[in-house]
């Protein structure tokens, strides 16, 4: 079986712009993608939780409808 999952064992990974003040709620993403894939993960179970990863092309544009306001509040 082949494992598609990214190694994100060096990753440097960065809290979104849009955390809490007191550490919940939030997202990290590794700010080094590699293989075109961007790893994102929720702060509370970091470093052992799971890992989601987003085709870079398909984030950037989920990053531009945020920006944009696109999303309810």
Request: aromatic share 8%.
């Amino acid at each position: 079986m082949i494992d598609s999952r990214p190694d994100v064992s060096t990753a440097r990974w960065r809290k979104s712009s849009y955390c809490n003040g007191d550490g919940g709620e939030c997202v990290e993403v590794a700010a080094d993608a590699t293989g075109g894939m961007v790893p994102v993960r929720d702060t509370k179970t970091a470093p052992t939780g799971p890992v989601l990863t987003f085709p870079a092309s398909g984030w950037a544009h989920f990053i531009v409808a945020v920006h944009d306001g696109r999303f309810g509040d």
